[in-house]
Nanobody, 115 residues
Framework: QVQLVESGGGLVQPGGSLRLSCAAS????????MGWYRQAPGKQRELVAA???????NAADSVKGRFTISRDNAKNTVYLQMNSLKPEDTAVYYC?????????WGQGTQVVVSS
């Protein structure tokens, strides 16, 4: 059993910053991929950024240069540093863990970017 617990969401003004954290517990393998997805109202869930246990990353074009994903393998925790936030970043952000062939999701944390 795997559990993902997210934290760090909230309300921020445009141009502001937030840092999301996601701690994984349970049967965590040494080889996996952790990431963040988001879903805005009326839209499909989309990949924001992901990072493998080896440190390889990828990110959506819309967040490149503003968001940074990182992880602490010893703590089984992934972070998403979000800078220069825009109103269009408003969404529920979900933590994701892939340990092939299984995929796990967190419960989601709300991020609202508004003045």
């Amino acid at each position: 059993q795997v559990q993902l617990v997210e934290s760090g969401g909230g309300l921020v003004q445009p141009g502001g910053s937030l840092r999301l954290s996601c701690a994984a517990s349970g049967s965590i393998l040494s080889i996996n991929r952790m990431g963040w997805y988001r879903q805005a109202p009326g839209k499909q869930r989309e990949l924001v950024a992901a990072i493998t246990s080896a440190g390889s990353t990828n990110a959506a074009d819309s967040v490149k240069g503003r968001f940074t994903i990182s992880r602490d393998n010893a703590k089984n925790t992934v972070y998403l540093q979000m800078n220069s936030l825009k109103p269009e970043d408003t969404a529920v952000y979900y933590c994701n863990l892939v340990q092939s062939p299984y995929v796990y999701w967190g419960q989601g944390t709300q991020v609202v970017v508004s003045s």
